[in-house]
């Protein structure tokens, strides 16, 4: 990683709202093997290899941000384990966990390739990740994923327990596809010793599907749920809109996702750095910085005075609904361009 230490450790990055970034998500690819509906139109097309960063522009940009005091990093995509080259550049991330530059290195997969990937994750230094997974059932798994297969990513994710990862199973809530499941996908969750956090679904980019007739609130998933399960509210908070709750019955924690019918935006902590090396500055905001620019044209130092414009106009919160058209309230991107 490129030798930052000309620059301050003395200026956290403070937002104008006086919200410290602490928190850095990274999509490595916009690639991914799936095609989940709700997160991708079946025909993407993706960027051209030229546009991403190379794993070293990545490195020497997320060095300025631990250098301003980020202290959790988050893999994710596209799928972050299809990348070529990524666990090297995992196992270099590590380091700085060792190094105690930061506290967490952690990524989101769709745990196709955790099969291959689980002993060298640990070894690099990663103690937890999310596995989205919204059915546990294999044809429907196919059919919302349209190429993913269920047996594939259970091997994925039983090897990655048995390599001694924490796993959250991150399941997106959608009405009239996978709403009957929650409470089976709960009992599985817990029942293995995985946290299960629900999320609804958000309106990011056209995938050719109704967002209005799959999107379910989770107020009423919770509500449902609450007519089987004890669910007391835990006062934890990562900085991101996630409620958390304890099931009595199973001892597991439950989080809700819910940016669509809440936002927590006050106690934001991230900022999310795309693979072509934007840096969007809030989930559901259209708001960003171009650091890949910055860095080709002015290296490090360039990177980390962009860094201040960021925080300038980072937005207060987000804004998504489902009533209005985009732009505004909804983002054009897809999620796979931020990774959630
Ligand atoms: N491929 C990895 C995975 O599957 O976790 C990482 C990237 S994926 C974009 C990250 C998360 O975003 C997944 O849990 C996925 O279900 C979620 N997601 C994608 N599109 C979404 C949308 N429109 N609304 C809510 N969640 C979405």
């Given at each position: 990683m490129k030798d930052v230490s000309a620059l301050s450790p003395q200026r956290p990055l403070v937002d104008s709202y006086r919200r410290a970034v602490t928190y850095l998500r990274v999509s490595v690819t916009d690639r991914c093997d799936f095609r989940c509906t709700y997160c991708m139109a079946e025909d993407m097309t993706f960027l051209p290899k030229r546009e991403v960063l190379s794993f070293e522009e990545m490195e020497a940009i997320i060095g300025v941000f631990i250098s301003r005091g980020v202290r959790k990093l988050r893999l994710t995509g596209g799928e972050p384990l299809v990348r070529r080259g990524i666990m090297e550049f995992i196992g270099r991330l590590g380091r700085q966990i060792e190094r105690e530059r930061i506290d967490e290195l952690t990524l989101t997969?769709?745990?196709?390739?955790?099969?291959?990937h689980a002993g060298a994750l640990v070894d690099a230094g990663v103690r937890r990740i999310n596995v989205s997974l919204d059915s546990l059932d294999p044809g429907r798994f196919a059919t919302i994923t349209r190429r993913g297969r269920l047996d594939q990513v259970m091997e994925g994710i039983a090897a990655a327990e048995a390599a001694g990862l924490?796993?959250?199973?991150?399941?997106?809530?959608l009405k009239g596809i996978n709403?009957?499941?929650v409470a089976?996908?709960?009992e599985w969750a817990h029942g293995r010793g995985f946290d299960?956090?629900?999320i609804e679904g958000m309106p990011m980019g056209d995938v050719g599907i109704s967002r209005t007739d799959t999107y379910l609130p989770l107020k009423q998933v919770r509500d449902r749920l609450a007519e089987r399960f004890s669910l007391s509210r835990l006062e934890k908070s990562t900085g991101g809109p996630a409620r958390y709750f304890r099931v009595a019955e199973t001892g597991g924690q439950l989080g809700f996702i819910t940016p669509m019918s809440h936002n927590f935006c006050e106690s934001c902590n991230r900022v999310r750095l795309t693979c072509t090396g934007e840096l969007f500055l809030c989930l559901g905001q259209e708001d960003k910085v171009n650091l890949r620019d910055a860095y080709r044209e002015g290296g490090i130092a360039a990177v980390d005075t962009a860094l201040d414009h960021a925080m300038a106009i980072k937005p207060k919160g987000h804004d998504f609904n489902l009533d209005r058209a985009v732009p505004q309230g909804t983002v054009g991107r897809h999620m796979s361009m931020t990774g959630g």
């Amino acid at each position: 990683m490129k030798d930052v230490s000309a620059l301050s450790p003395q200026r956290p990055l403070v937002d104008s709202y006086r919200r410290a970034v602490t928190y850095l998500r990274v999509s490595v690819t916009d690639r991914c093997d799936f095609r989940c509906t709700y997160c991708m139109a079946e025909d993407m097309t993706f960027l051209p290899k030229r546009e991403v960063l190379s794993f070293e522009e990545m490195e020497a940009i997320i060095g300025v941000f631990i250098s301003r005091g980020v202290r959790k990093l988050r893999l994710t995509g596209g799928e972050p384990l299809v990348r070529r080259g990524i666990m090297e550049f995992i196992g270099r991330l590590g380091r700085q966990i060792e190094r105690e530059r930061i506290d967490e290195l952690t990524l989101t997969t769709n745990g196709s390739q955790l099969a291959k990937h689980a002993g060298a994750l640990v070894d690099a230094g990663v103690r937890r990740i999310n596995v989205s997974l919204d059915s546990l059932d294999p044809g429907r798994f196919a059919t919302i994923t349209r190429r993913g297969r269920l047996d594939q990513v259970m091997e994925g994710i039983a090897a990655a327990e048995a390599a001694g990862l924490r796993i959250k199973i991150n399941m997106v809530a959608l009405k009239g596809i996978n709403d009957d499941e929650v409470a089976g996908m709960l009992e599985w969750a817990h029942g293995r010793g995985f946290d299960l956090t629900l999320i609804e679904g958000m309106p990011m980019g056209d995938v050719g599907i109704s967002r209005t007739d799959t999107y379910l609130p989770l107020k009423q998933v919770r509500d449902r749920l609450a007519e089987r399960f004890s669910l007391s509210r835990l006062e934890k908070s990562t900085g991101g809109p996630a409620r958390y709750f304890r099931v009595a019955e199973t001892g597991g924690q439950l989080g809700f996702i819910t940016p669509m019918s809440h936002n927590f935006c006050e106690s934001c902590n991230r900022v999310r750095l795309t693979c072509t090396g934007e840096l969007f500055l809030c989930l559901g905001q259209e708001d960003k910085v171009n650091l890949r620019d910055a860095y080709r044209e002015g290296g490090i130092a360039a990177v980390d005075t962009a860094l201040d414009h960021a925080m300038a106009i980072k937005p207060k919160g987000h804004d998504f609904n489902l009533d209005r058209a985009v732009p505004q309230g909804t983002v054009g991107r897809h999620m796979s361009m931020t990774g959630g």
